[in-house]
Antibody
């Protein structure tokens, strides 16, 4: 079945870096655009970034632009998010999700990132 | 402040009907499909409606969607206590090249 599994979350100090990964299975990963969406504690969904199916285009939310980088390895069916210069307001559960025919589906189980000293 | 506007909360009794609105702009809702997501407490979002009014397999026909111009609506009939969740609308913003979501609506089944 189609599945997305995030990893790499944890506690990190402000200003430090962290890399999230998302392992995809059950579908042809290289055919789909992929997104990261986050959710701060008790808050709503916030779109973070997208990467085209072939990695040719990437777009970011203003809140992370210049600090986060989305990339993918189609040979390993893996999506990643490199997060630098982390801030307290980046604390959230980060979800990877596939964009398929005008919908975000499915979603991974999420990876919790806590930025705290 | 979310790009798409939803009411913070709605409520209704079991068996009743409820609607959740989602308001956007010409660069997002008006010119792109809307999708809706259900998030039960402590879980990841789940697709409910896509391309304005289509239901994925496994989603009961109690859930429906519509869109007109810069607004969209999710409807839920025959409310059940298991429908208590947060509901989000989402779409793509063609001008900004970003994904956008509503702030979420908490449904309470009284």
């Amino acid at each position: 079945q189609v599945q997305l599994v995030e990893s790499g979350g944890g506690v990190v100090q402000p200003g430090r870096s962290l890399r999230l990964s998302c392992a995809a299975s059950g579908f042809t990963f290289s055919s789909y655009g992929m997104h990261w969406v986050r959710q701060a504690p008790g808050k709503g969904l916030e779109w973070v970034a997208v990467i085209w199916y072939d990695g040719s285009n990437k777009y970011y939310a203003d809140s992370v632009k210049g600090r986060f980088t989305i990339f993918r390895d189609n040979s390993k069916n893996t999506l990643s998010l490199q997060m630098n210069s982390l801030r307290a307001e980046d604390t959230a559960v980060y979800y990877c999700t596939r964009y398929n025919s005008n919908r975000f589906d499915p979603w991974g189980q999420g990876a919790l990132v806590t930025v705290s000293s | 402040q979310s790009v798409l506007t939803q009411p913070p909360s709605v409520s209704a009794a079991p068996g009743q009907k409820v609607t959740i609105s989602c308001s956007g702009s010409s660069s997002n809702l008006e010119n792109n499909y809307v999708s809706w997501y259900q998030q039960l407490p402590g879980t990841a979002p789940k697709l409910l409606i896509y391309e304005n009014n289509k239901r994925p397999s496994g989603i009961p026909d109690r859930f429906s969607g519509s869109k007109s111009g810069t607004s969209a609506t999710l409807g839920i009939t025959g409310l059940q206590t298991g429908d208590e969740a947060d509901y989000y609308c989402g779409t793509w913003d063609s001008s900004l090249n970003v994904g956008v979501f509503g702030g979420g609506t908490k449904l309470t089944v009284l």
